[in-house]
């Protein structure tokens, strides 16, 4: 490895934008992690930074155990070196196909070139993060990467104060107060304040009309609060 694991890793980590959203996140089922990397101490690395999850999270840092690994189970994530010693990237991709046809593959890689990229593009890469990274960054890719698959989603308090925080920043850019509201809507002043501080949850019609009278449909409302 070309670098030092505190070089490659440890870093101070950046203001991340979406920190409390991941920590209301929850698991809808069982999720395997699979981490393939020669370096133990990195494969330590990125387990810890999701082990406050209830992921099952299997590591392999001997290039021989990879293809055996593969087959042992199935994955809805694999964390993947793209240089693993004495094997070729091409071999190791063609072995997930075969083996994890459902599992979403991030890649990492200390020797990052236009090739490499290209060649995780052709096999469908959920994401290419090259070293060093930020454990959070990784963090933030995996969470992400797993609730588009439907495998974690928001709490439902976490989705009241983001429903409420994108009507509150709606009503705002429109330059409407809260009595401009309750008179578009027909909803009481107290309850549409409720709402927006997210410690109400507002039924499909209240919704609706908030949405009618933001110009908005809902759709777009529910868009608004799915983190980038």
């Known amino acids: 490895m070309p670098l030092d694991l505190e070089d490659r890793l440890i870093q101070t980590p950046r203001p991340m934008r979406t920190p409390a959203p991941l920590r209301e996140l929850q698991s809808s089922g069982d999720i395997r992690i699979l981490i393939l990397d020669d370096d133990p101490p990195t494969c330590a690395v990125i387990q810890s930074a999701l082990s406050n999850r209830d ?19 199935q994955y809805q994530l694999i964390v993947l070196d793209y240089v693993l010693p004495g094997l070729e990237s091409d071999q190791v991709f063609a072995w997930i196909r075969e083996t ?36 959070d960054q990784l963090r933030e890719i995996v969470f992400r990467c797993l609730e588009s698959k439907g495998l974690l989603r ?35 002043l107290g309850y549409l304040s409720q709402i927006e501080l997210g410690k109400n949850s507002a039924s499909i019609e209240t919704l609706y009309r908030i949405c009618l009278a ?12 799915q983190r980038c």
């Open 55 to 73: 992921f099952l999270i299997d590591t392999v840092s001997d290039p021989v155990m990879v293809e055996s690994a593969l087959r042992s189970a």
């Open 100 to 135: 994890q046809p459902d599992a979403n593959v991030v890649v990492v890689t200390g020797y990052p070139s236009v090739d490499s990229a290209l060649n995780c593009l052709r096999a469908r890469t959920y994401d290419y993060l090259t070293k060093p990274f930020q454990v």
């Open 154 to 188: 928001m709490t439902e308090e976490a989705l009241r104060e983001s429903l409420g925080s994108a009507i509150r920043e709606r009503r705002k850019a429109l330059g409407l107060t809260l009595s401009n509201m309750s008179d578009r809507t027909g909803v009481s």
């Open 214 to 225: 933001l110009g908005m449909k809902m759709s777009e409302l529910f868009q608004s609060v």
